[in-house]
Nanobody
Framework: QVQLVESGGGPVQAGGSLTLSCAAS????????MAWFRHPPGKERAGVAV???????TLADSVKGRFTLSRDNAKKTANLQMNSLKSEDTAMYYC???????????????WGQGTQVTVSS
């Protein structure tokens, strides 16, 4: 069974930075996609970034220029570097993975438990 574990969340002041890490374990296919989603309070879960083993990376418009997604296929990790954080970035952040690319749809098969990011202004 594939497991995803997120880490790196916490409180941060507006304008600051955080790096979220997602580590996958278990039997992963040789080609797969890893994605980050976030669920702000009172809003729906939304995609933030997706990266696949072929190098394809997609970022949501709301985070372009501020967030970067990097992955290490050998280590099965996906790190979300978040800079210039805003209060609207406050959310529970989830890592997701699947063999298929679902973009920012929530159809990924595997999900982590989430890590909270709280940005104070």
């Amino acid at each position: 069974q594939v497991q995803l574990v997120e880490s790196g969340g916490g409180p941060v002041q507006a304008g600051g930075s955080l790096t979220l890490s997602c580590a996958a374990s278990g039997p992963m296919h040789s080609t797969y996609c890893m994605a980050w989603f976030r669920h702000p309070p009172g809003k729906e879960r939304a995609g933030v970034a997706v990266s696949c083993t072929d190098g394809t990376t997609t970022l949501a418009d709301s985070v372009k220029g501020r967030f970067t997604l990097s992955r290490d296929n050998a280590k099965k990790t996906a790190n979300l570097q978040m800079n210039s954080l805003k209060s609207e970035d406050t959310a529970m952040y989830y890592c997701a993975a699947d063999r298929a690319w679902y973009g920012f749809r929530t159809q990924y098969k595997y999900w982590g438990q989430g890590t909270q990011v709280t940005v104070s202004s």
